[in-house]
Nanobody, 128 residues
Framework: QVQLVESGGDLVQPGGSLRLSCEAS????????IGWFRQAPGKEREAVVC????????YGRDSVKGRFTISRDNAKNTVYLQMSSLLPEDTAVYFC?????????????????????WGQGTQVTVSS
């Protein structure tokens, strides 16, 4: 059974850091692509970043470049999202999802319709 479980969300002050984890089960991350998405209250879900099969990050938003880093630990079958210099506008529920195709080597999609399995989400709140 394919399952994704996010963790690591918390309340943090502006300028702080968090590391989110997305633990996968039922499939191997070596053969699949994971993307991180977020949804703020009253807004549509948006792509944050995905990690291609070649481990190239593809960012969905310029505002997170240089602050967010995606990585993968194949031994733990887990993808991480390291977030630093957090801003109040980063407040959202963060989701990880699996790309249903994984046919590209150096690219991954930022359209959430391309992802077929989703975690339950983890809340990140950036506030003083």
């Amino acid at each position: 059974q394919v399952q994704l479980v996010e963790s690591g969300g918390d309340l943090v002050q502006p300028g702080g850091s968090l590391r989110l984890s997305c633990e996968a089960s039922g499939f191997s991350l070596v053969k699949h692509v994971i993307g991180w998405f977020r949804q703020a209250p009253g807004k549509e879900r948006e792509a944050v970043v995905c990690l291609s099969r070649s481990e190239t990050p593809i960012y969905g938003r310029d505002s997170v470049k240089g602050r967010f880093t995606i990585s993968r630990d194949n031994a733990k079958n887990t993808v991480y999202l390291q977030m630093s210099s957090l801003l109040p506008e980063d407040t959202a529920v963060y989701f990880c999802a699996r790309w249903k195709s994984a046919v590209w080597w150096n690219q991954c999609p930022l359209n959430d319709e391309e992802y077929d399995s989703w975690g339950q989400g983890t809340q990140v709140t950036v506030s003083s």
